[in-house]
């Protein structure tokens, strides 16, 4: 629909071309594969060899987006910012699910490349960054393993300083073995990509006595003996984004593969929370304007009492409303994307904000868009009945909105002297 006004039309000609190739990207490959996927009754048929599942990332590495975020001095585009956010939000408006899983993917990859330029561990990048780099055909594929079947919204929430003792701390544990490291442990059934990753970015507890701020993170290649999984998660929403558990038993990894300790590890989890919330907050936009596009689009040629829908007032007035969300919402995770995206460290308080606000945004705008199809909205065929499905997921994802709000409200709180 190319009616959709964008309060930014000042885009320079590189990002009216991003945008555009995204957008195809998401029209012609994500979205599809995305509907086709959604109707999958098994999880373990989405990611079977020969599914669309894997033409959909083998495109989008081919096309050399899993590096966009990463520096031009080690391959990738730099895209950061403005830039960031239109990617995601075209993306998001082709298929969340898709945009998640391969947005995480490059999380283990990217963390290893900022702690070998904070500390100088040329294994990271060898071993890592730029085998990702050169990948162009999704055979490196990457998870981040936060949260675990004990820890959910107090691994998230580790800025409102309550997580400080033994009963918060994470059950997945580290331990010195000589020049290795031994982990063991399980992480959630929760972890996007769990099924298919082949490196996760693993939080794990080293001192439990100190609860969250006793914790590092470690790249783990999870082709190590010792790492087993759990079946693919059966969910409301987000089908194509596969999900599973992640066993580790006596995992030895060398020591460079631990690149946050305790000293950093308040800091370096609010800088990942705060990049990822930004995403969620980008990518939900993309969602919310899906679901507004489609509403329209349907309103003005449906029929009823002798009129179109969107002559009807009320419609008209839902309508408008829709589209004051969708603004509100791009027009915030923009401002947090391009703020984020320049400050030294990021604000976590802001990319909360975008993702809670967004993620809600994004909810009640394909559910006014459900109401609008009439009981057409809730059969299967439509597109607003899978985006409901996928934006009421995205209220838990990455951190529970209400617990995020909380987090973001210890620090906001905190700011104001
Ligand atoms: C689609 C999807 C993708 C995900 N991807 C990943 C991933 O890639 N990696 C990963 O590690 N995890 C992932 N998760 C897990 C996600 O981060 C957790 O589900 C989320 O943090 C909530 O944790 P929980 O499910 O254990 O709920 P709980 O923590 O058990 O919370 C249950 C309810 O209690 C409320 N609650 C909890 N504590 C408090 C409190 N102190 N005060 C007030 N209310 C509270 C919460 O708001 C929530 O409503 C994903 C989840 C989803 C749904």
């Not at 060898?126 to 675990?148: H, M, N, S, Y």
């Not at 909105?401 to 620090?411: P, R």
């Amino acid at each position: 629909m190319g009616a959709y006004l964008d309060l930014n039309p000042e885009l320079t000609p590189t990002q009216q071309s991003l945008k555009e190739e995204m957008h195809r990207f998401a029209a012609e490959v994500a979205r599809p594969a995305s509907v086709e996927l959604d109707k999958l009754a098994d999880p373990e048929d989405v990611i079977k060899e020969g599914s669309v599942f894997w033409d959909v990332f083998r495109k989008f590495y081919e096309l050399g987006h899993h590096v966009s975020a990463l520096p031009e001095e080690v391959g990738g585009a730099n895209i950061r910012g403005l830039d960031g956010h239109i990617l995601a939000e075209e993306i998001g408006w082709g298929s969340s699910d898709f945009g998640v899983g391969l947005g995480v993917s490059a999380m283990p990859f990217m963390m290893g490349l900022v702690a070998a330029t904070m500390t100088g561990n040329q294994r990271l990048i060898d071993d890592l960054v730029t085998p990702f780099v050169q990948d162009r055909e999704a055979k490196l594929i990457g998870c981040w393993a936060i949260t675990e079947p004990g820890h959910g919204s107090d691994c998230l929430a580790f800025g409102t300083g309550e997580y400080t003792d033994e009963r918060t701390s994470f059950d997945t544990y580290g331990r010195h073995d000589g020049d290795d490291w031994l982990i063991n442990g399980a992480k959630a059934a929760w972890v996007s990509n769990g099924t298919i990753a082949t490196h996760a970015m693993v939080h794990f507890a080293i001192d439990r006595s100190k609860g969250m701020p006793g914790s590092g993170i470690a790249v783990i290649p999870l082709g190590l003996p010792g790492v087993s999984r759990g079946k693919p998660l059966n969910k409301i929403g987000q089908r194509a984004l596969n999900q599973g558990e992640i066993f580790f038993d006596d995992v030895r990894i060398p020591k460079e593969y631990v690149f946050v300790e305790q000293d950093m590890y308040i800091l370096a989890a609010d800088l990942i929370l705060s990049t990822a919330n930004g995403g969620m907050g980008s990518l939900f936009t993309g969602v919310a304007r899906a679901a507004f596009e489609e509403a329209m689009a349907y309103c003005k040629q449906r029929v009823q009492g002798g009129k179109l829908l969107s002559e009807h007032q009320l419609v008209q007035r839902k309508l408008f409303d829709m589209f004051i969300k969708v603004e509100s919402a791009r027009q915030l995770s923009r401002a947090v994307a391009v703020y984020n995206s320049a400050a030294m460290l990021p604000v976590s308080r802001l990319g909360i904000g975008s993702k809670v606000y967004c993620t809600q945004v994004a909810f009640e705008v394909a559910s006014d868009a459900v109401q609008l199809f009439g009981g057409m909205g809730l059969s299967k065929e439509c597109l607003v009945e899978k985006l409901f499905r996928d934006a009421r997921a995205a209220l838990i994802e990455d951190g529970s909105n209400d617990m995020l709000a909380l987090a973001g409200a210890v620090q906001l709180i905190g700011s104001y002297v």
